[in-house]
């Protein structure tokens, strides 16, 4: 069946540090995928999605791009702050947005002042 | 706006009982909810999808009898775990979408410990 795997944390970086957190998957057909995160306490907050190949999605200076030719879709942001530090999970979809989600295990970071 | 809400947050309970957990769309009509479960350090793994007014489907390995759900207005569902035992200590997410493919909304889990 379809699975997502992402680097295992916790990542914890310095304040203005570039930040990539990897994340791979594997499915039949294709995909959308997304980079959700969960701050403490709280829900999972959709960040970013691409729906297609070469696709690339940003939001808050995050961006990750939909390389079917690896299966990646690694997150990446280029100066990372302390309000960044939460759980980040990788996730697909086989059913457009919203439907059949598959999520990895997630990748706690931890930005230091 | 799309805030859902989960209660308890946590609750611990003794071998044997019956836990509800309840999740409600707060500022819109969920005519689809999904319920996850997520082990330490592990993926969330969708248990079910319910539909206002109709019955839950599950997904493959999850106990129907088990894990009872509930979706009988737009704003709410509920999950109930019967005859809890410690297996069955997780962390519970569900998730609400106005249906048509649109976005989920998560709500923030609620952690079971079954001593």
């Known amino acids: 069946g379809d699975s997502v795997t992402q680097m295992e944390g916790p990542v914890t970086l310095s304040e203005e540090a570039f930040l990539t957190i990897n994340c791979t998957y594997t499915?039949?057909?294709?995909?959308?995928l997304f980079w959700y995160v969960q701050y403490p306490g709280e829900g999972l907050q959709l960040l970013l999605k691409?729906?297609?190949?070469?696709d690339k999605g940003s939001n808050k200076g995050f961006e990750a791009t939909y390389r079917k030719e690896t299966t990646s879709f690694h997150l990446e942001k280029g100066s990372v702050q302390v309000s960044d530090s939460a759980v980040y999970f990788c996730?697909?979809?086989?059913?457009?947005?919203?439907?059949?989600?598959?999520f990895g295990p997630g990748t706690r970071l931890s930005v230091l002042p | 706006g799309a805030v859902v809400s989960q209660h308890p947050s946590w609750v611990i309970c003794k071998s044997g009982t019956s836990v509800k957990i309840e999740c409600r769309s707060l500022?819109?009509?969920?005519?689809?909810m999904f319920w996850y479960r997520q082990f330490p350090k592990q993926s969330l793994m969708l248990m079910a999808t319910?539909?206002?007014?109709?019955?839950?489907?599950?997904e493959q390995g999850v106990e129907k009898d088990k894990f009872l759900i509930n979706h009988a207005s737009l704003t709410l569902s509920t999950l109930t775990v019967t005859s809890a035992h410690p297996e069955d200590s997780s962390f519970y997410i569900c998730?609400?979408?106005?249906?048509?493919?649109?976005?989920?909304?998560f709500g923030p889990g609620t952690r079971l410990l079954v001593l």
């Open positions: 998730s609400a979408s106005s249906g048509g493919g649109r976005a989920q909304y």
């Open positions: 499915a039949t057909g294709y995909p959308s």
């Open positions: 691409a729906t297609k190949a070469d």
């Open positions: 996730a697909l979809s086989d059913g457009g947005y919203g439907q059949n989600f598959v």
């Open positions: 500022d819109f009509q969920a005519t689809t």
């Open positions: 319910s539909n206002e007014g109709s019955k839950a489907t599950y």
